[in-house]
């Protein structure tokens, strides 16, 4: 009897052994594969992930039917960033795409309407700058031409400030820092002067001028001159509340800006100080996680969350600060540190080997109809979705800004 126990034992043993084994093998065998998928660098994944959920580019956002807009130019920007790092005709062929649906040859673009005076739409403009140089087609140059022409009549305060859109009359936003700057300083690089730069650089100085709160140091969605709007303090005109997006249009509108800016142009230091101050401000906010709240400053009130494409946007400036000089070396590890925060609490791989990138605001603003009040209650009321290309294209900008 013993005997047989310790026969059935030890092959019991050996089978215990054996499925051990097993497990191992395949457990290095999945480890395996995922390493040689992950081989592709995140950016790679993601524009590859936003080809196959989005195989026509004018469908980013949910659209049906090509339309100039600020979302498509800001993840087809990061494809342009992406080819120049990584040139696959593919990359090309989904931008040029995109723009030759609606760029005409006289150098018009259908669905702008300049008379609308909206900043938003000057954003898809950086991507003519791309494929003038990559064709020299001087289409392309017709069109920059038409949308510069946008600042020569763009409503503005009282001490020289663009009203975010005409419609919402007397008021800046931090959105609309990133909409048209990069695009102005750019422009003005290639075919302006240099006093030029004067009035890129008027804009921040009325946002920080405007924007800021003395309890926080940060600056506020928007500021109406008025102070009529319901969202603005009757005495300062400022909204209510910290947005992480907001602010993340802000610093990626600066870092953008910065590198446009010619390196003895005088007031290039002054920007390059706002923006460590702000970056250093924002990381004493950062959530436990390494990113930040939809609100940023109220991460311990209910309700708030953290937010992917505000984190994403930051992570993209802080990297690309410190690849170019604009932070110290000292921030590297901070940079480091952030983006993977933004890949831990927010990238999810799908069955389809696909990324998606989680716990994106859908919209926010002020006034409007409904009308937007800026309350906290607000903020948080807003849609959360995934792979909105306010994440997407900033998640692939700060990629390949690690990748560096």
Request: charged share 20%; glycine share 6%; with cysteine.
């Amino acid at each position: 009897m013993m005997r047989i126990i310790k026969t059935n034992k030890d092959s019991a043993n050996k089978n215990i052994i054996s499925f051990f084994i097993c497990c191992l093998f395949c457990s290095i065998m999945n480890v395996s594969a995922q390493n040689n998928n992950n081989s592709l660098s995140y950016a790679v994944q993601m524009a590859n992930s936003e080809m196959t959920r989005n195989p026509q580019a004018y469908t980013i956002d949910w659209r049906t039917e090509p339309r100039w807009d600020y979302t498509h130019g800001l993840v087809l920007l990061s494809f342009a960033k992406l080819y120049q790092h990584q040139p696959e005709q593919r990359y090309f062929n989904y931008i040029k795409e995109y723009v030759d649906a609606l760029v005409m040859e006289d150098g018009s673009i259908k669905t702008y309407v300049m008379s609308k005076y909206n900043l938003d739409m000057l954003n898809a403009g950086k991507l003519l700058f791309f494929m003038f140089d990559e064709t020299k087609d001087r289409t392309y140059r017709h069109a920059l031409d038409t949308l510069y022409a946008q600042f020569k009549l763009q409503p503005r305060t009282i001490d020289g400030g663009f009203w975010h859109k005409k419609r919402y009359t007397s008021q800046m936003w931090l959105d609309g820092l990133y909409m048209a700057a990069p695009f102005y300083a750019e422009y003005i690089r290639r075919f302006g002067t240099a006093d030029q730069y004067d009035d890129v650089i008027k804009q921040f100085q009325l946002i920080e001028k405007h924007t800021y709160r003395s309890d926080t140091a940060l600056p506020v969605h928007g500021w109406d001159e008025s102070k009529q709007q319901r969202w603005a303090d009757k005495k300062t005109g400022q909204s209510l509340n910290h947005w992480s997006r907001s602010i993340g249009w802000y610093v990626m509108a600066m870092v953008d800006v910065l590198d446009q800016l010619p390196n003895d142009y005088p007031k290039k230091v002054w920007l390059s100080q706002r923006f460590n101050t702000l970056i250093d401000n924002m990381l004493k906010l950062r959530s436990d996680s390494g990113v930040w709240y939809q609100v940023t400053d109220k991460g311990e009130l209910h309700g708030n969350y953290l937010e992917s494409s505000g984190s994403a946007m930051l992570s993209y400036a802080i990297a690309r600060g410190v690849n170019q000089g604009y932070l110290s070396d000292s921030y590297q590890a901070i940079a480091k540190n952030t983006f993977n925060a933004v890949v831990s609490n927010f990238i999810k791989p799908e069955a389809d080997n696909t990324l998606s990138i989680q716990q994106v605001c859908e919209v926010a603003g002020l006034g409007g109809k409904p009308y937007r009040d800026g309350s906290f209650a607000y903020y948080i009321s807003e849609n959360v979705r995934a792979n909105d290309p306010k994440a997407v294209g900033p998640f692939i900008l700060a990629s390949l800004e690690m990748e560096k």
